[in-house]
């Protein structure tokens, strides 16, 4: 169904809008990941931001935040596409139905108060695609409603609608937010081989490495089993595509902050490794250290003899492992991902890879490091001297001072 659309007029100071939004999104995060996200969202087709999908219990519960948000994200030149009528473990009642659609009139009345206009289409429409970019270059919020097709399943349609789309985000909003057990722990998969937990619930889910071993956890009830399945559906179609599962009230942290506030679920990286400088793009190297660290890298740093390169394919993670005191320990002189991966896993894949292949470990970290409380958490010990942190993992304790010594002597690789 076609609903009314209101005007959208455009705001007389664009600027201070956004000043005022990204002040607001500095109270849930950092400011700087706000204007980094932001600029990254605004690089891609509009209809390409978001994907975001939403119930009738999302819209009943928490009306008010999902319309606080959609505004703030108007303000910022952003609409994101909603959707709603998904499959669910148990279908709705007739009268479920009808509640639904009443529901959904209010919603329209409530974004039609703030000037924003909500169209709403069947899966089904002719020529979907084409409308829902043109509506939103026009600014229009648009939702496309999956209840009535009978054809396919929702998730089965939606997954083509991302791939129509391009869509770099899907954002599946739910009351209890993200999956798994909540509160700071770890799901064990193996023994090596661990998910943390805090109060949003699992942080991050690779489907490459995760998905079998969680759906044999226990850790997950029928309904989150279930909507991870569908989830790696789609991923199998999209697999650029980034989904997040989080609580209306966490959706702009979700979106702006590096951390996130939910589950981000993630095809998986394909984390590749070699021995040598020469067996890779140093060029593309290069610059992922450098923008990594912001600072540049000395032209005698690819000299030095390598252990192993981890890289992510695409050049946006890497670790370099050097020979260590002795042929049984390694040190770990570079560690970088990009911003736009911090908060996707990323580094987690490719810790792993490196401390699968090197449990003897020793690197150092000035004290400003963003990630010095990250590299707390995977060592086994650590002692500071001057501006310098040395961690280190599978030392014996009696080893510990000459592999700090070796980790203090070694030169610098930064300007």
């Given at each position: 169904?076609?609903?009314?659309?209101?005007?959208?007029?455009?705001?007389?100071?664009?600027?201070?809008?956004?000043?005022?939004?990204?002040?607001?999104?500095?109270?849930?995060?950092?400011?700087?990941?706000?204007?980094?996200?932001l600029?990254?969202?605004?690089?891609?087709?509009?209809?390409?931001?978001?994907?975001?999908?939403?119930?009738?219990?999302?819209?009943?519960?928490?009306?008010?935040?999902?319309?606080d948000?959609?505004?703030?994200?108007?303000?910022?030149?952003?609409?994101?596409?909603?959707?709603?009528?998904?499959?669910?473990?148990?279908?709705?009642?007739?009268?479920e139905?009808?509640?639904?659609?009443?529901?959904?009139?209010?919603?329209?009345?409530?974004?039609d108060?703030?000037d924003?206009?909500?169209?709403?289409?069947?899966s089904?429409?002719?020529?979907?695609?084409?409308?829902?970019?043109?509506?939103?270059?026009?600014?229009?919020?648009?939702?496309?409603?999956?209840?009535?097709?009978?054809?396919?399943?929702?998730?089965?349609?939606?997954?083509?609608?991302?791939?129509?789309?391009?869509?770099?985000?899907?954002?599946?909003?739910?009351t209890?937010?993200?999956?798994?057990?909540?509160?700071?722990?770890?799901?064990?998969?193996?023994?090596?081989?661990?998910?943390?937990?805090?109060?949003?619930?699992?942080?991050v889910?690779?489907?490459?490495?995760?998905?079998?071993?969680?759906?044999?956890?226990?850790?997950?009830?029928?309904?989150?089993?279930?909507?991870?399945?569908?989830?790696?559906?789609?991923?199998?179609?999209?697999?650029?595509?980034?989904?997040?599962?989080?609580?209306?009230?966490?959706?702009?942290?979700?979106?702006?902050?590096?951390?996130?506030?939910?589950?981000?679920?993630?095809?998986?990286?394909?984390?590749?490794?070699?021995?040598?400088?020469?067996?890779l793009?140093?060029?593309?190297?290069l610059?992922?250290?450098?923008?990594?660290?912001?600072?540049?890298?000395?032209?005698?740093?690819?000299?030095?003899?390598?252990?192993?390169?981890?890289?992510?394919?695409?050049y946006?993670?890497?670790?370099?492992?050097?020979?260590?005191?002795?042929?049984?320990?390694?040190?770990?002189?570079?560690?970088?991902?990009?911003?736009?991966?911090?908060?996707?896993?990323?580094?987690?894949?490719?810790?792993?890879?490196?401390?699968r292949?090197?449990?003897?470990?020793?690197?150092?970290?000035?004290?400003?490091?963003?990630?010095?409380?990250?590299?707390?958490?995977?060592?086994?010990?650590?002692?500071?001297?001057?501006?310098?942190?040395?961690?280190?993992?599978?030392?014996?304790?009696?080893?510990?001072?000459?592999?700090?010594?070796?980790?203090?002597?070694?030169?610098?690789?930064?300007?």
């Open positions: 169904m076609n609903l009314p659309v209101a005007p959208n007029p455009k705001q007389p100071d664009a600027s201070a809008e956004t000043r005022l939004v990204l002040t607001f999104l500095e109270s849930v995060g950092k400011r700087q990941d706000a204007e980094f996200y600029k990254l969202f605004r690089e891609v087709p509009k209809a390409s931001f978001a994907l975001v999908a939403i119930d009738s219990q999302i819209l009943s519960e928490a009306m008010g935040l999902l319309v948000s959609l505004q703030f994200l108007s303000k910022l030149d952003l609409f994101p596409v909603l959707v709603r009528g998904l499959d669910e473990v148990d279908p709705p009642t007739p009268a139905d009808e509640e639904g659609e009443q529901v959904l009139h209010e919603f329209v009345r409530e974004l108060h703030r924003l206009s909500l169209i709403v289409y069947p089904t429409e002719p020529d979907l695609t084409q409308k829902i970019v043109r509506d939103i270059e026009l600014e229009h919020t648009v939702c496309v409603d999956f209840s009535n097709d009978r054809s396919r399943s929702g998730f089965e349609a939606l997954g083509e609608l991302a791939v129509a789309l391009k869509s770099r985000k899907l954002v599946l909003l739910r209890r937010g993200g999956l798994g057990p909540k509160g700071p722990s770890q799901v064990n998969l193996s023994p090596s081989h661990v998910l943390p937990t805090d109060d949003n619930g699992i942080g889910i690779n489907l490459r490495t995760d998905y079998e071993p969680l759906l044999q956890s226990g850790a997950l009830d029928e309904d989150e089993r279930w909507l991870l399945c569908q989830t790696s559906a789609i991923h199998r179609r999209a697999p650029n595509l980034i989904t997040s599962i989080t609580s209306p009230l966490d959706l702009l942290r979700e979106l702006f902050t590096v951390r996130g506030a939910g589950t981000l679920l993630k095809t998986g990286s394909s984390i590749l490794r070699t021995e040598t400088y020469a067996a793009d140093s060029s593309r190297l610059a992922l250290v450098e923008t990594a660290f912001e600072r540049r890298v000395k032209s005698e740093f690819f000299q030095r003899r390598a252990l192993n390169i981890y890289y992510e394919e695409d946006r993670g890497a670790a370099i492992v050097q020979p260590g005191i002795d042929p049984g320990s390694a040190y770990l002189t570079k560690f970088a991902v990009v911003k736009t991966a911090q908060g996707e896993g990323l580094g987690r894949e490719l810790w792993e890879a490196v401390v292949d090197y449990p003897v470990l020793y690197w150092r970290a000035r004290a400003q490091n963003p990630i010095a409380a990250w590299y707390a958490s995977q060592c086994d010990g650590m002692h500071r001297v001057g501006n310098w942190w040395i961690y280190w993992r599978g030392v014996p304790f009696e080893r510990v001072p000459e592999l700090c010594n070796d980790a203090l002597q070694r030169p610098y690789d930064l300007v």
